[in-house]
């Protein structure tokens, strides 16, 4: 039996208390609900009575979804089903699998798809040229080269298109990497090929150069490397040159790149160019209630008067602006506290500074380090060690030795009471693996930018 079934009942109660308004609702609505089957990650739920699955699906569908992760701890999807249609669902969920899977052998964030995307006037001609392109790939706006600062939507975007692609045709070869990914398997691939005669290099090239679409995030990253220009060079004729559509992402358009070598400037100038601004005021505001109903936060029923104090105060970063959202609930909740403007302006807290300048603290550092390696904040202060947790955790010590004013006591207390001959251990760790491992080197220096771009 699933985790699921055996904690049903625990889940109806929830929804009871949580989301139905009387008891009414609960004893048509709920109570009558049944599981079907639970299969890989998937609730099917039955509806006894025909008629009611739309309202059933339109009013319950996410609120089933909060309570059976919060339940089980796990998130699963959820399906409702009468006798009639089981068949076709079940065959629907294994398409949609079929369609998961191509999507992430493509690297493809689920959740970045042009349906979640607002478009504001920071955005417009960047998603109109996105959509462009991936109804089009290959033709008129190749390269299609999108610009702008951090956090504002370039992956989003990207990783849209790439979606809309592998839907419409589920044979195209498509790959979204970040400049960083590239890097680096180069640097394995040239490492290893003097090895192994080539043939490291020889799948490295197949890797990249064998695809339909190709998707390159933050290629400022490459730039100033030659063996990397040289060879994402190489990969960009092989595949426009072959029809291919190739996308990039940058923070500067290209002519303001310095270090990027002329050949290659020029090739990203034959296509379009594309730029993301700031958004403005509504439209942070229609991000905000968009990602408040995406993650089923209504719930919480946040008042307005604290939406817009969060859009007026956090300006520049759309990253940042989720990250404000989610403070701003995991207070409430872990706190036990009230979701008001006092509430939001302690959430805020951490993310800016009066004057709006990034001030590099040690959380300012943690938040980058967890996004970077997709760590956990809270393995990042656990006691786990395995290698994927400890690395992180041991740049961390680093970084904020070298970047704050932190003693190492300090330093330890933020990784949740480490003590300082752990925290000096990990330092010199690092600094000895900086002096021969030169992806580790690509990697540190990346998560320098991104902690202050400028
Ligand atoms: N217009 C938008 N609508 C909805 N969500 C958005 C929008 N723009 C950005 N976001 C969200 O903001 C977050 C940061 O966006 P994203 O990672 O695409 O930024 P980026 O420009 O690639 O940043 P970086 O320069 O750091 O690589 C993501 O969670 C993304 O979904």
Redesign the pocket.
Not at 150 to 156: F, R, S
């Given at each position: 039996m699933s985790i699921v079934e055996e904690k049903w009942e625990e889940i109806l109660q929830k929804m009871k208390t949580e989301y139905c308004t009387s008891n009414i609702s609960y004893t048509t609505w709920i109570e009558p609900l049944t599981i079907y089957e639970v299969k890989d990650d998937t609730v099917f739920i039955f509806v006894s009575l025909k008629a009611s699955i739309e309202h059933i699906h339109d009013k319950y569908l996410l609120p089933f979804r909060v309570c059976i992760a919060e339940v089980t701890g796990k998130e699963y999807q959820v399906e409702f089903v009468t006798e009639d249609n089981v068949q076709v669902q079940k065959e629907a969920v294994a398409v949609k699998k079929q369609n998961d899977a191509i999507f992430e052998q493509a690297n493809l964030n689920p959740k970045?798809t042009f349906d979640?995307?607002?478009v504001?006037n920071n955005?417009t001609f960047a998603h109109a040229a996105s959509l462009a392109v991936a109804e089009s790939p290959g033709n008129r706006y190749n390269p299609l080269f999108i610009y702008?600062g951090?956090?504002?939507?370039?992956?989003?975007l990207m990783h849209a298109i790439a979606h809309f692609i592998l839907e419409n045709d589920p044979t195209k070869k498509v790959l979204y990497v970040t400049s960083e990914t590239f890097t680096n398997e180069l640097i394995d691939a040239l490492k290893h090929g003097k090895i192994n005669n080539e043939n490291a290099t020889t799948s490295f090239r197949e890797k990249y150069r064998n695809n339909d679409v190709l998707l390159i995030?933050?290629i400022q990253f490459i730039i100033g490397k030659e063996s990397t220009q040289e060879e994402f060079f190489h990969t960009f004729n092989h595949i426009h040159g072959a029809g291919g559509q190739i996308i990039i992402?940058s923070?500067k358009p290209p002519k303001d790149i310095e270090t990027l070598e002329a050949r290659l400037r020029t090739r990203f100038e034959w296509g379009l160019i594309a730029d993301i601004s700031s958004p403005d005021y509504e439209t942070r505001m229609a991000?905000l209630r968009?990602k408040e109903e995406l993650d089923g936060l209504d719930r919480y029923h946040i008042p307005d008067e604290v939406l817009q104090y969060i859009a007026t105060n956090v300006k520049s970063n759309?990253?940042e602006l989720?990250g404000s959202l989610n403070k701003l609930i995991a207070l409430a909740v872990l706190e036990n506290k009230p979701i008001d403007i006092a509430l939001a302006a302690e959430a805020l807290k951490d993310i800016i500074s009066p004057d709006q300048n990034r001030v590099v603290t040690p959380g300012l550092i943690m938040n980058v380090v967890s996004e970077h390696f997709n760590v956990s904040i809270a393995d990042l202060k656990g006691k786990k060690r395995n290698s994927e947790i400890v690395l992180p955790r041991q740049v961390f010590m680093y970084l904020c030795n070298e970047l704050t004013d932190e003693p190492l006591k300090s330093i330890g207390i933020e990784l949740g009471g480490k003590d300082h001959s752990t925290v000096s251990h990990g330092v010199q760790k690092i600094e000895s693996l900086l002096q021969e491992d030169e992806a580790l080197n690509n990697t540190v220096n990346i998560i320098k930018k991104?902690i202050n771009p400028i």
């Open positions: 970045y979640t995307f607002v504001g955005n702008g951090v956090g504002l939507g370039k992956t989003h995030d933050d992402s923070d991000i968009k759309i990253r989720e991104k």
